[in-house]
């Protein structure tokens, strides 16, 4: 789904990862931060795409809404374990959304 | 791959898509388009992952380079294509990279 975030300006979380094919509970984290990541202040929306690498970009209204986000001790715990198990790389870009437009048919 | 990036800041376009099942010419065109858009001036890298959406980041080093690379005759065309043909819905992001960090084992 592509997100339906509000006017710019606004935050983009651009993560993009590569993982090892190890599987050990990250269905399960995965689902679990998605419905966790979905009750932040702040929090504006989401997309996630995936094949040799994954892409997810998470949107929000500020950058003290991501900092919070980055502190919550559950997203700490799935982070660890990412660095630990899951990812073999990734990348972590924070950027200001300036402008957008969409087409729609 | 995940794109080499330099230090921030720099420019990401984040472009999210939804596809129509239409396959006409455009792997093709969207082959042309990755081979042009790095021969283009200020062009830092591209990312891009796909399933039920498409996700494709590009990165820049000014304004000036993604609006240039708006105004190439190709792409301009690659567009049009785009919105007649292949795409059912998209959303374009332009967004200054202002941090970024990343891990690797």
Redesign the interface.
């Known amino acids: 789904?592509?997100?339906n975030?509000p006017k710019?300006p606004y935050y983009?979380v651009?993560f993009?990862?590569?993982r090892?094919e190890v599987e050990e509970d990250y269905r399960e984290m995965s689902d679990k931060m998605i419905e966790l990541v979905q009750q932040q202040k702040g929090f504006l929306g989401m997309?996630?795409?995936?094949?040799?690498?994954?892409?997810t970009?998470s949107y929000w209204d500020s950058l003290e809404a991501i900092k919070n986000w980055k502190m919550n001790v559950n997203h700490i715990e799935a982070r660890e374990k990412g660095?630990s198990i899951w990812?073999?790389?990734?990348?972590?870009?924070?950027?200001?959304?300036?402008?957008?437009?969409?087409?729609?048919?």
Chains 1, 2 share one sequence.
Do not use: C, H, L, Q
Request: hydrophobic share 40%; charged share 35%; glycine share 2%.
């Open positions: 789904m592509i997100a975030t710019p983009a651009i993009t990862s590569v090892v997309e996630s795409a995936k094949n040799e690498i994954g892409i970009v660095r990812y073999k790389k990734f990348k972590v870009r924070i950027s200001k959304v300036e402008r957008d437009y969409k087409f729609e048919k």
